[in-house]
């Protein structure tokens, strides 16, 4: 089995690196910078316990693969790049390939079983950072984190007990899961405080009732739609021994994935994947989210502006909901 990661930034990047370290056959695929330091220089990881540079194979598109049979490939690029990422892959990729997505958000693995037949959703707990070029941070320690994988939309079979053997070998807690989504539905409303933490920083006063705000209309739009999602006490326990932060070359994390894109400037952010999904959810059954409308709205605004986390509060955003 080799590993076509796509999307080699922090969870890629540290995830392509742990297999590569492990003996596993890994190709990333990344893009501008980031593609020309791994290519010059190697990827760097840097974690608690070590700093190394590794050669990885990289290319920059899909195309540049020499595809295999035995290929799986773990989809890492952001939602809102999903899209462009699997019409590049279905035109060169085979067939039956399979797609891991190990993003955030529902709507990854709808987009890709349009054009996949063999799909696979993923819940991944792993604090990672890519805020530089060439860089990855992993903050947990021993383990880099956890990844249970599942079929979509469910089941499992036997890739699912290869892929968590494989991740298991390589720093990750992972396991099959055949009802994977509920899982991913929990974390989406954990993920709705990403953009909380992009706009107002991570340790902006009063931002917990905009939290829970975000939270509370996000648990409602599931109840209504009748989707299933694992409990909070359920979530605690998984992820419990498995996430263990510690600093790296001396440096706290920052925040999360939304976070780092708006820090590092980038053109366009997860929210309306994730805060979004609430508000699509909302329209579509009639629950009112004027919470996570106005963050996805702000966070739009962030991005054509050029923001950095922490230019809003959180008192200004509860005062414009009224």
């Known amino acids: 089995m080799r590993f076509i990661v796509f999307g080699a930034g922090a969870i890629g990047g540290v995830v392509g690196a742990r297999l590569h370290q492990s003996g596993r056959e890994a190709v990333l695929i990344a893009r501008g910078a ?57 035109e060169v990729a085979p067939a039956a390939v399979p797609i891991v997505c190990l ?65 298991s070998q390589a720093r990750f807690s992972s396991l099959a899961r055949p009802r994977i989504m509920r899982w991913k539905y929990v974390k989406l409303l954990t993920n709705l405080g ?10 902006a006063d009063g931002d917990e009732e905009l939290l829970a705000r975000a939270r509370d209309e996000g ?9 299933d999602f694992a409990s909070d006490e ?32 980038a053109a366009s952010i997860e929210t309306d994947y994730l805060n979004g999904e609430i508000v699509l959810l909302g329209r579509l059954h009639g629950v009112p989210t004027p919470v996570n409308a106005l963050l996805c709205e702000l966070a739009r605004e962030a991005v054509r502006r050029g923001a950095r986390p922490g230019d809003v509060s959180p008192a200004d955003v509860l005062a414009r909901l009224g």
């Open 219 to 227: 648990s409602a739009c599931l109840r209504a739609a009748a989707i």
């Open 103 to 167: 993003q955030n958000g529902v709507e990854n693995e709808r987009l890709a079983l349009r054009l996949f037949r063999r799909v696979y959703g993923s819940l991944v707990m792993a604090p990672t950072a890519h805020l530089e070029p060439g860089l990855v941070l992993a903050y947990s320690t021993p383990l880099s984190g956890g990844i249970d994988i599942g079929r979509y939309p469910d089941g499992v079979d036997s890739l699912c007990d290869e892929l968590a053997a494989a991740l």
């Open 34 to 90: 980031h593609y020309e330091a791994i290519v010059r220089h190697g990827l760097r990881l840097e974690s608690p316990d070590e700093s190394v540079t590794l050669e990885i194979p990289a290319v920059a598109e899909p195309g540049a693969v020499a595809w295999r049979e035995d290929d799986v490939v773990l989809l890492a690029t952001k939602t809102q790049d999903t899209a462009g990422a699997l019409g590049a892959l279905v």
């Open 194 to 203: 990403n953009v909380v933490e992009a706009l107002c920083g991570t340790d």
């Open 234 to 265: 359920e979530d605690a326990e998984r992820r419990r021994d498995v996430l263990r932060l510690a600093p790296v070359a001396g440096r706290e994390r920052g925040g999360g994935s939304t976070w780092q894109s708006l820090t590092r400037g």
